[in-house]
């Protein structure tokens, strides 16, 4: 039996494997992200890049509950000038390298966009669902017209991919991914973490240092794939899975809820940096048991009962 | 599904052991950082203040651990001004540890960075182990933990020589300088070494010189400590995940870094003065 494949393709990027690095997962490290490259990711999100820099949140930042984490780094990044001259000094024309980017502002997404246009970056990643930080992130996927806004705007800046990252914090994701699509998103994400927080008994305090943060990993897992489920029922664009995936048969039931291609960020914390690996492993398996030749062949699969 | 190690434990200061005017040592009780492994650290919780990493300096009998903490920052302040029976929340232990080679062994420490070593040095005496220990620091008033080395190596075939650059303890000079004099007359097997980033790369430098291997403990902004965020990264590596000890193969690997630069909170990039 010949090897399943596991390419895929979304807007002309081409990922030697659907598996992707979430966003957040190991900073703006160019050095960091290609080593995760190396153990098996067909792509790397680098955290969310602001038009300023911000020094994030106190600490504590994350704190595990039961089925997960909670974390609240405060969307700390250097801005997007120290951010260009990071990847201009970086070697990156063979790193399948997408920017995510968050903002306040429309004007701050085009004009971070306008600088990266010349580097060798592959897709972007608009994060427009971040739970913890005010006037940013999940208040923005809240406001359909500036969503509407915002991405056509960001699609008459660049011919590169454009990913759309969604939160499940907001009264109703299908209808905002359907508007994402009709303003031109070539993906969506789907979804970042869920608003969450926990309290030390002793104490009695917020163990956050932001009180609030976004839940990830196994306990968003069911909410992430039906969020998967009912918005591949209700657009054409390809869907990124992404929340809770940490084996190879959590990302299978993305892919037959219809992800084209899942991500994996908590999944580090509990199985380490071959996890990308031994879900690799997994699908393939999955795929000759089944007698699939390809990862694409049971994409929305679950959707035919 | 227990969550043993990556959730705030609250514990109570035990004991505090006044090292110096400005640095001190807290003991608390806690089963798993009693059991920690040199090397290791926790994630040290002041509750309404911030969480920062600290280097476990002692493992004890009957779960007691403790940490070395230097006034410099607010955190580090908060933590130097408790109190017996003030709580605080930890997580961990966290980290690859030290990896003990019973032999000739050289230990170069200074400052606070003697914090992890000595639990090491420990468990190297209670085999037969022959310790050179090389404590450098600037000033008379700026040595920590001294006795608690005489203490540790005062039984077995162990020398400990002091230096400082003013000339106002031990020998006038650098660590660095007679850790080179030592090796140029007799044959190591391993060098551990804790302390400021410049000292580090400089030992580790020396170390390759005369083909000794290393193992050395960094430091760098820790946020998530469970290897996730990237705070903390060097080169291709994470200083929390894959550190904090670093053998001579990751040294080499991060040698355009070490010494050079570092990331602040943002994760910009800040050079290392």
Redesign the interface.
Known sequence: MQVPDLSIEISGFKMKSPLMLASGIFGTSIKLLRRIFETGAGAVVTKSIGYVKRMGYNNPTLVEVYGGYLNAIGLSNPGIKEVYKELSRSKINDLPLIVSLFGAETYEFTEMISLLEDLKVKAYELNISCPHVEGFGAEVCQNSDLVKQLIMAVKAKTRKPLFVKLSQNTTDIVQIAKLAENAGADALTVVNTLKAMAIDIETGRPILANKIGGLSGPAIKPIALRCVYEIYQNVEIPIVGCGGIINWQDAIEFFLAGATAIQIGTGIAYEGLSVFEKIKQGIKDYLILKGKRSVKEIVGFAHSF | ?P?AS???R?VQVLDIKEESETVRSLIFRDDLCSKAKPGQFV?V?I??????PMSISMMGDQSLAGFTVRKVGEASKALFDMKVKN?L?IRGPYGMPFTPIFGDVMIVGAGTGLAPLLPLAEILTQKFASINIIIGGKTLSEFVLVDRARKTLLKNNSEIIITSEDGSYGIKGLATDVMESILKKKYIDIIYTCGPELMIKKVFEIAQKFSVPIQASLERIM?????????C?I????VCKDGPIFDSKKLEEIIDELGLFR???????TMIE
């Open positions: 599904m969550i990556n959730k705030p609250i994630m919780w509750p309404g203040v911030d969480e920062i709580i929340g946020k998530c400590g469970i290897g996730i965020c990237g705070s990264c080169g291709r590596y994470r990331r602040d909170h943002s994760g910009m990039v």
